[in-house]
């Protein structure tokens, strides 16, 4: 049981490019979320999910996309990367059987610096 | 809207002294609170969480939060403190409602144990 899993674990881009994050979970959650962590801001919630095939915005969805395909799969996309979206990110789930009162489970995070 | 202030962004204290780290939080009924702990280079891991009942909870790592209404705060305590206890904390609110729960995060307040 690996948990949440996240690939990769670090990444340069120069401004312009584009990438997509990977997060993966094996317990069977619905609901996976991706937040961005900067210093002195705590976590903010980019866009999360509330089961396959479902996607929605949270407090700083710009400049990002998600998809949902695969219950277990939830990956971040970066169209055009800016110096802007330099950040740590962090996938986590939950389950929905116990939506309100589940602890959320978090991957190790993507290092990821746009130049 | 819900939110979190931790008012603390900094926090030293010496190996086996009692801590005491701050969470004010604002949501207009009673709501879901939690405490995560954040290791260098690491993902959030759960400490502890309040959702009903008894006002003081019991968490993993000899941690224990106290929900205070009035005051609406829920302050995280450990009576002493470990080496191994020096990571950054967050606390959390989630909305105490039916359907789907948003948590947000607080800022975080950065542990520092010196010998």
């Known amino acids: 049981n690996a948990g949440v899993t996240q690939t990769p674990k670090f990444r340069v881009l120069k401004t312009g490019q584009s990438m997509t994050l990977l997060c993966a979970q094996d317990?069977?959650?619905?609901?996976m979320y991706w937040y961005r962590q900067d210093p002195g801001m705590g976590l903010r919630l980019i866009h999360y999910?509330?089961?396959?095939?479902?996607?929605a915005k949270g407090e700083v969805p710009d400049g990002y996309n998600v998809s949902r395909l695969k219950k277990q799969n939830f990956l971040l996309g970066l169209e055009s990367a800016a110096p802007s979206q330099t950040s740590v990110y962090f996938c986590?789930?939950?389950?929905?059987?116990?939506?309100?009162?589940?602890?959320?489970?978090f991957g190790p995070g993507t290092r990821l610096t746009v130049l | 809207a819900q939110s979190v202030t931790q008012p603390d962004i900094h926090i030293t204290v010496s190996e086996g002294a009692s801590l005491e780290l701050r969470c004010n939080y604002s949501?207009?009924?009673?709501?879901?609170l939690f405490w995560y702990v954040q290791s260098p280079g690491q993902g959030l891991q759960l400490l502890l969480k309040y959702f009903s009942g008894d006002t003081l909870v019991q968490g993993i790592k000899g941690f224990e939060a106290e929900f205070k209404r009035s005051q609406s705060s829920f302050n995280l305590r450990k009576p002493s403190v470990h080496w191994s206890d020096a990571a950054e904390y967050f606390c959390a609110v989630g909305p105490n409602s039916g359907g789907y729960q948003k948590v947000t995060f607080g800022t975080g307040t950065k542990l520092q144990v010196i010998p």
């Open positions: 317990m069977n959650h619905e609901y």
């Open positions: 949501y207009g009924a009673t709501p879901y």
């Open positions: 999910s509330v089961g396959e095939g479902t996607t």
């Open positions: 986590a789930s939950r389950n929905r059987e116990q939506a309100s009162t589940d602890t959320q489970y």
